[in-house]
Nanobody, 131 residues
Framework: QVQLVESGGDPVQPGGSLKLSCATSGFTFKDYYMYWIRETPGKGIEWVAGIKSDGMTTGYSAVVQGRFTISRDDAKSTLYLQMGNLSAEDTAVYYC????????????????????????WGQGTRVIVSS
């Protein structure tokens, strides 16, 4: 059974930093491209960042480019998102995501730097940026 368990979401002040983690199990983590997506009431679900299985190729949405860094630890099957210079617009529920499989019921197609991909995501961790 695939599990994607996000953590690290906390209230943070504007300009602050936060690091999210996603502990995974139930699939061969090192073989998968991994992603972070986020959901806000106003914008819905949007793609934030992605990292290929090589651990070096990354991509970011324009709104987080230069502020967020995605990384992975294949030995721990864990995905990370280091977020910096946070603003109120970054307030969202952040989800860790992987390529969806045929049996997944929760999935959506996203445009990522290397094409279109259908993603499945976890339960999420809430980030609130407020003074």
């Amino acid at each position: 059974q695939v599990q994607l368990v996000e953590s690290g979401g906390d209230p943070v002040q504007p300009g602050g930093s936060l690091k999210l983690s996603c502990a995974t199990s139930g699939f061969t983590f090192k073989d998968y491209y991994m992603y972070w997506i986020r959901e806000t009431p106003g914008k819905g679900i949007e793609w934030v960042a992605g990292i290929k299985s090589d651990g070096m190729t990354t991509g970011y949405s324009a709104v987080v480019q230069g502020r967020f860094t995605i990384s992975r630890d294949d030995a721990k099957s864990t995905l990370y998102l280091q977020m910096g210079n946070l603003s109120a617009e970054d307030t969202a529920v952040y989800y860790c995501a992987k390529r969806a499989e045929s049996g997944d019921t929760k999935k959506k197609v996203f445009r990522v730097p290397w094409g279109y991909t259908q993603l499945y995501w976890g339960q999420g961790t809430r980030v609130i940026v407020s003074s």
